[in-house]
């Protein structure tokens, strides 16, 4: 079974108009609610790739009620979320008026007493199980919380997988995580230079399988992805063309698209073309991706 966690998941109110000006009254000229948190997107996705999941993590007050039942609609998802006694999961507003604005909500406290709960429920997880990762620790939560998940379930043969940056990154890399997806940014913060061209990304990421990763998948945004799998192999895919239209879940979209491939086929090239078709088909999508669109991407 694959698991995913989503310590701060939101519901996301997205706003389109023409124009927007700060100060000003300014009206929608269309308007969604969609679910936010990556780890939600990534079961979301792997849901329209014929792959279920158990969603985890913690919800609150009435906007946390909603959000589980708007993903319980989801194929393939099963909502098993922690509630708290107090807070309200967040909103986030997506303001798209040429380019994109975001305010992210805070999101409720959680108690100690809530985290041991979370780590109850993934003591049910077993060798071949897969667990996902992914986003940033809110400031509530101990800032190793990652480290002390691996720690725990790495040794007993659960695939981990890790979307993460900066030290929460960091930190997981001696418990051996199955795959990690930092973007360029996040390796140039970890190697701690600017990395120009293909081989200076794949030196640096070949620096963190030394230091415990097994497969580095680094995505590109519109240079496409390159993956170091654990045989030693150098993968590089392009992008996929189109017009981008949404930017949010495509880094979640790539990594459910990269565990359902190598569920499929234990093959790293495999993966990685899904994965870049998962996340291409969000970016050119007004929300997550479907199958539909995934299958278009991957018949070019």
């Not at 929608?28 to 990534?42: F, H, P, R, S, T």
């Not at 007493?113 to 429920?121: G, I, V």
């Not at 997988?161 to 140039?188: T, Y």
């Not at 093959?267 to 996340?279: P, V």
Request: aromatic residues 6%.
């Amino acid at each position: 079974m694959i698991y995913t966690v989503t310590f701060n998941p939101a519901l996301d109110y997205v706003v389109r108009l023409g124009s927007f000006a700060l100060g000003a009254v300014n009206r929608a000229g269309e308007e969604q609610l969609q679910l936010g948190g990556k780890g939600i997107n990534v079961s979301c996705v792997l849901g329209q790739l014929g792959f279920e999941s158990v969603a985890l993590g913690f919800t609150a007050g009435f906007t946390g009620e909603a959000l589980e039942g708007l993903l319980a609609r989801w194929p393939g998802v099963r909502p098993d979320f922690i509630r708290l006694p107090a807070g309200l999961t967040r909103i986030n507003v997506k303001i798209k008026a040429g380019a994109e604005t975001e305010i992210n909500g805070r999101g409720p406290a959680i108690p100690p007493d809530a985290l041991e709960r979370l780590f109850q429920k993934l003591e049910r997880l077993a060798a071949g199980d897969v667990l996902v990762l992914a986003g940033s620790i809110p400031a509530a939560l101990p800032a190793d919380v990652y480290r002390r998940v691996l720690a725990r379930l790495a040794p007993r043969g659960v695939l981990c997988v890790v979307d993460a940056a900066g030290e929460a990154l960091a930190q997981v890399l001696e418990h051996q995580p199955f795959l990690i997806k930092p973007n360029r940014q996040e390796l140039e913060e970890l190697a701690g230079r600017p990395l120009a061209g293909d081989r200076a990304l794949a030196d640096a990421a070949r620096r963190l399988q030394e230091q415990g990763a097994r497969n580095v998948l680094v995505s590109l945004a519109g240079e496409g992805a390159l993956l170091l799998d654990e045989g030693g192999g150098v993968h590089r895919q392009p992008a996929f063309s189109g017009r981008v239209k949404n930017s949010v879940g495509a880094g979640d979209s790539m990594v459910a698209g990269f565990v359902a491939g190598w569920l499929e086929k234990g093959d790293g090239a495999w993966a990685l073309r899904l994965g870049a078709a998962c996340g291409g088909a969000t970016a050119f999508s007004d929300t997550l991706a479907t199958r539909a669109q995934i299958d278009a991407l991957l018949g070019r």
